[in-house]
């Protein structure tokens, strides 16, 4: 479904870029043409999406041992950068146009922003449906979400247009809608570079967790405790443990609690756990630094 979604926006983003640069370019409007610029970004925004969705679905092979899931954290990157490089074009040109003024017709402006809007909503719409499940797909909805304001920022210039004769209304949406925009590129670019760096999930603290841990019957101590993720669902964990048991049941029953504690409360599916009981701890010193 994602997939599809993906491709059904694509469609409608070609569509709108064509019309917008040929009408923006005929009656010399920035604000269209600027909507025009943020619509072919999207569709490239969009074809790395799709691509990066497909990717991320591929099993593991004996070189990637954690698949492909960061597949989706890199498109989201490279997407959220180029709508970053887009924003900044963008307001350059419209400090520019707003210095140096040019009549616009306001009518025809409305008349395509309107068009714009209603594709960009649907393309949006469609988007926002899969936005949280995954990085990729959320850099996708904020480039289409970008053009929807954007599109709405041209009805409201072309009003002003019309009613007033503002033509300085052009430049002056289009570069308040950069800076606005520009906020929530920046802050998925710093989401997905502490994905890259092996950050600790935003929905995870560690000192809760290692005391949500400690509180287990029979847990004595925990070390070594390393929480991170391969993408926007997939969080791992590994951690040393030192336990008081006797006997493999015993063993079993404490691994139980621990992963029934990982997975209810922090949603943790994969975990590497090393759990050593205490009468052992003198016999692993030369091997286990966290047992001398």
């Given at each position: 479904?994602?997939?599809?979604?993906?491709?059904?926006?694509?469609?409608?983003?070609?569509?709108?870029?064509?019309?917008?640069?040929?009408?923006?370019?005929?009656?010399?409007?920035?604000?269209?043409?600027?909507?025009?610029?943020?619509?072919?970004?999207?569709?490239?925004?969009?074809?790395?999406?799709?691509?990066?969705?497909?990717?991320?679905?591929?099993?593991?092979?004996?070189?990637?041992?954690?698949?492909?899931?960061?597949?989706?954290?890199?498109?989201?990157?490279?997407?959220?950068?180029?709508?970053?490089?887009?924003?900044?074009?963008?307001?350059?040109?419209?400090?520019?146009?707003?210095?140096?003024?040019?009549?616009?017709?306001?009518?025809?402006?409305?008349?395509?922003?309107?068009?714009?809007?209603?594709?960009?909503?649907?393309?949006?719409?469609?988007?926002?449906?899969?936005?949280?499940?995954?990085?990729?797909?959320?850099?996708?909805?904020?480039?289409?979400?970008?053009?929807?304001?954007?599109?709405?920022?041209?009805?409201?210039?072309?009003?002003?247009?019309?009613?007033?004769?503002?033509?300085?209304?052009?430049?002056?949406?289009?570069?308040?809608?950069?800076?606005?925009?520009?906020?929530?590129?920046?802050?998925?670019?710093?989401?997905?570079?502490?994905?890259?760096?092996?950050?600790?999930?935003?929905?995870?603290?560690?000192?809760?967790?290692?005391?949500?841990?400690?509180?287990?019957?029979?847990?004595?101590?925990?070390?070594?405790?390393?929480?991170?993720?391969?993408?926007?669902?997939?969080?791992?964990?590994?951690?040393?443990?030192?336990?008081?048991?006797q006997n493999d049941a015993d063993?079993?029953?404490?691994?139980?609690?621990?992963?029934?504690l990982l997975y209810t409360k922090?949603?943790?599916?994969?975990?590497?756990?090393?759990?050593?009981?205490?009468?052992?701890?003198?016999?692993?010193?030369?091997?286990?630094?966290?047992?001398?």
């Amino acid at each position: 479904m994602k997939e599809k979604n993906l491709i059904i926006s694509i469609v409608i983003n070609i569509c709108i870029s064509i019309i917008e640069i040929v009408v923006g370019l005929l009656i010399g409007s920035m604000a269209i043409i600027s909507d025009a610029v943020h619509n072919f970004f999207d569709v490239g925004a969009m074809v790395m999406s799709l691509f990066g969705e497909r990717a991320s679905a591929k099993k593991i092979d004996a070189k990637h041992s954690y698949g492909y899931k960061r597949s989706e954290v890199l498109v989201a990157l490279l997407n959220s950068t180029f709508l970053l490089v887009s924003i900044f074009i963008i307001g350059y040109k419209s400090i520019e146009r707003l210095m140096n003024p040019q009549d616009i017709s306001g009518g025809w402006m409305l008349v395509m922003a309107v068009v714009a809007f209603a594709g960009n909503m649907v393309a949006t719409k469609l988007l926002h449906d899969h936005a949280e499940e995954s990085m990729n797909v959320k850099s996708a909805f904020l480039h289409s979400l970008q053009d929807a304001l954007f599109s709405a920022g041209v009805i409201l210039t072309s009003l002003l247009v019309l009613c007033f004769n503002w033509q300085w209304a052009d430049a002056v949406v289009s570069l308040v809608l950069s800076i606005l925009l520009a906020k929530e590129a920046v802050m998925l670019i710093l989401q997905t570079v502490h994905v890259l760096m092996e950050g600790v999930p935003t929905n995870v603290d560690v000192n809760v967790l290692k005391k949500d841990l400690l509180s287990l019957k029979g847990i004595r101590n925990v070390n070594d405790l390393h929480v991170w993720s391969t993408g926007s669902k997939n969080i791992i964990l590994s951690t040393h443990i030192v336990a008081d048991f006797q006997n493999d049941a015993d063993y079993v029953v404490k691994l139980k609690s621990i992963k029934n504690l990982l997975y209810t409360k922090y949603k943790i599916t994969h975990s590497t756990i090393q759990m050593v009981p205490v009468s052992a701890q003198k016999e692993l010193e030369d091997i286990c630094k966290h047992c001398s």
